[in-house]
């Protein structure tokens, strides 16, 4: 879980959770990755 400080501006990864009046958890996007685009193989001079 990731939380940021309102007052510092500092982000700390935790997996605890952290409480108090100046933090605040970061809610995550979860992407839905997309496989990368093939790569067609390169033509050599002959």
Known sequence: MRYKNNKTGAVVDSSSII???NWELIEEKKQDKKPAPKKE???TKE
């Open 41 to 43: 193989p390169r033509k």
């Open 19 to 21: 409480k108090g009046e």
